[in-house]
């Protein structure tokens, strides 16, 4: 089993609907996890944090299950922008900062 | 606004050549580490250095190097390079605290002919 997993989609959308991408991870004693957002042949960069409570950021929601191992993140309003590929980060605990980056789900938003 | 920057952004090889990829971090970070990227696949670790002096082996060392130079340089060696290192290399930075995310170079896209 990978460490962790998504969907790789594609998910084709139309301009302002709402999409959520799933992302579970195995090891239970991961401690911080993030969203990145990589566009085509770019270097990842970190759309935002995820949190136990949960926590948005604008259009964008993050949600964290510790008892099912799982992190969603929910976008509103898609805009043609926000096509890319969005990856489910996970730091296990340990004396560094380890990231286990899943594949990836790709979304496309159309007009 | 740097950040982390790599070189170079592209390099076409021979099998059997060698080359280093060069890295560095101006934010003062303490540690770096080096990916690669294939097709349908996640960012899987090579090396990672956790302070100025150390490196460790990641997921897939094999075939590689590193020198963490001082805290600003972690460069990556091919000493043989082989078909199946045709791949994107990223470069991160990040201070030791679980919660702060790592910050990307913009990748150097290795070809091995």
């Known amino acids: 089993r990978k460490e962790v997993e998504q969907d790789p989609g594609p998910f084709n959308v139309p301009e302002g609907a709402t999409v959520a991408f799933n992302c579970t991870y195995s090891?239970?004693?991961?401690?911080?996890f993030f969203w990145y957002r990589q566009d085509c042949r770019k270097e990842p960069k970190l759309l935002m944090s995820?949190?136990?409570s949960g926590n948005e950021d604008g259009r964008f929601t993050a949600q964290l299950n510790r008892a099912s191992q799982y992190i969603s993140l929910l976008i509103r309003d898609s805009k043609l922008s926000d096509s890319a590929t969005y990856l489910c980060?996970?730091?296990?605990?340990?004396?560094?900062?380890?990231?286990?980056f899943g594949a990836g789900t790709r979304l496309a938003v159309h007009p | 606004n740097a950040g982390v920057t790599q070189t170079p952004k592209f390099q076409v090889l021979k099998t059997g050549q060698s080359m280093t990829l060069q890295c560095a971090q101006d934010m003062n970070h303490n540690s770096m580490y080096w990916y690669r990227q294939d097709p349908g696949m996640g960012l899987r670790l090579i090396y990672y250095s956790a302070s100025e002096g150390t490196t460790d082996k990641g997921e897939v060392p094999n075939g590689y190097n590193v020198s963490r130079l001082n805290k600003r340089e972690f460069s990556l060696r091919l000493e043989s390079a082989a078909p199946s290192q045709t791949s994107v290399y990223f470069c991160a930075s990040t201070q030791n605290d679980p919660n702060q995310p790592q910050h990307f170079g913009d990748g150097t896209r290795l070809s091995i002919l």
């Open positions: 995820v949190y136990s």
């Open positions: 090891n239970s004693a991961s401690q911080s």
């Open positions: 980060v996970v730091n296990l605990s340990g004396g560094y900062n380890k990231l286990i």
